[in-house]
């Protein structure tokens, strides 16, 4: 039965808690009305996906003039060894590049055949 006071005080503290961030906060006007805010800073936006043989991590960089940048690397591992690729961007241009290393896999010639 001490569930329910235990609730009823947590929802209580969540409520005044949300209408005190909004009676703080800068970017709250009255209805009708519209707040700019400067866009000063800098704002990174990172993205990272997990498979069960793979991945991609990714990120934006955004600036006072808009989109500045950026780069992702994304990788797989499969049966006969892995690959990994990326690019990066900047001031309107883009690099990309792969790699790819082959495990596992049988010489062409057999050992020895090419003794000298």
């Known amino acids: 039965?001490?569930?329910?006071?235990?609730?009823?005080?947590?929802?209580?503290?969540?409520?005044?808690g949300a209408t005190a961030a909004r009676a703080g906060s800068p970017g709250v006007a009255p209805t009708g009305t519209t707040v700019e805010i400067p866009f000063t800073s800098k704002w990174l936006d990172l993205d990272l996906d997990l498979g069960q043989r793979s991945f991609?991590?990714?990120?934006?960089?955004?600036?006072?003039?808009?989109?500045?940048?950026?780069?992702?690397?994304d990788g797989n591992v499969h049966r006969d060894g892995l690959h990994l690729g990326g690019r990066i961007e900047h001031d309107g241009h883009s690099r990309d590049f792969d790699f790819n290393a082959d495990f596992n896999r049988r010489p062409a010639r057999p050992p020895g055949s090419m003794d000298l």
Do not use: H, Q, S
């Open 1 to 16: 039965m001490k569930t329910i006071p235990i609730l009823g005080l947590l929802a209580l503290v969540l409520a005044a």
């Open 56 to 73: 991609r991590l990714g990120g934006r960089l955004f600036g006072r003039d808009g989109y500045a940048g950026g780069a992702w690397l």
